[in-house]
T-cell receptor, first 111, second 113 residues
Framework: GQQLNQSPQSMFIQEGEDVSMNCTSSSIFNTWLWYKQDPGEGPVLLIA?????ELTSNGRLTAQFGITRKDSFLNISASIPSDVGIYFC???????????FGTGTRLKVLA | KAGVTQTPRYLIKTRGQQVTLSCSPISGHRSVSWYQQTPGQGLQFLFEYFSETQRNKGNFPGRFSGRQFSNSRSEMNVSTLELGDSALYLCASSTGQDLSEAFFGQGTRLTVV
């Protein structure tokens, strides 16, 4: 079935550092979403991407999906302790009415 | 504007029992999706409803069922609970006929003992 692979699987960074994570697929998708999940809570939508190659920002977050429409990245600048959590990418296969989620990137920030 | 509301937040049930979880979507949202999240399997799609119609169903046994009411609120039911059903069950709502941005509730943590 369709799968989204995220890398890295986990990362430890120092507060103030920039972070980059990505998400790849073997299929083409026209909409990419990025979510953050805190322990025991539901995922929160960070950024929605609708146009390949176009950078979209939300505060310190920047994301884009590639012109091949098979990958996407999320950057976080100047990380802070509250950035800790699991980041998921998600896509919507056409006509399926469901979201497929990536395997997640677990981010830990050291103060 | 209120977000997606799931009740209850926590639930402990015994094997063999059944359980009903509830989801109230964001006002005006007509699509409701359900997902099961476990550490080993990640976020797995259960089903999606739009205007009281189930449009898609994931690969779960028939013990998992759901429905949507005319006010867009949704329920899911799991019968004959098994230990492996222990998970965080998440509900997401979206606006219209085509899925776009999904907004999640806080989830219901189900523990089967």
């Amino acid at each position: 079935g369709q799968q989204l692979n995220q890398s890295p699987q986990s990362m430890f960074i120092q507060e103030g550092e920039d972070v980059s994570m990505n998400c790849t697929s073997s299929s083409i998708f026209n909409t990419w979403l990025w979510y953050k999940q805190d322990p025991g809570e539901g995922p929160v939508l960070l950024i929605a991407l609708y146009k390949a190659g176009e950078l979209t920002s939300n505060g310190r977050l920047t994301a884009q999906f590639g012109i091949t429409r098979k990958d996407s990245f999320l950057n976080i600048s100047a990380s802070i302790p509250s950035d800790v959590g699991i980041y998921f990418c998600a896509v919507i296969p056409r006509g399926t009415y469901k979201y497929i989620f990536g395997t997640g990137t677990r981010l830990k920030v050291l103060a | 504007k209120a977000g997606v509301t799931q009740t209850p937040r926590y639930l402990i049930k015994t094997r063999g029992q059944q359980v009903t979880l509830s989801c109230s979507p964001i006002s005006g949202h007509r699509s409701v999706s359900w997902y099961q999240q476990t550490p080993g399997q990640g976020l797995q799609f259960l089903f999606e409803y739009f205007s009281e119609t189930q449009r898609n169903k994931g690969n779960f046994p028939g013990r998992f069922s759901g429905r949507q009411f005319s006010n867009s609120r949704s329920e899911m039911n799991v019968s004959t609970l098994e230990l492996g059903d222990s998970a965080l069950y998440l509900c997401a709502s979206s606006t219209g006929q085509d899925l776009s941005e999904a907004f999640f509730g806080q989830g219901t943590r189900l523990t089967v003992v």
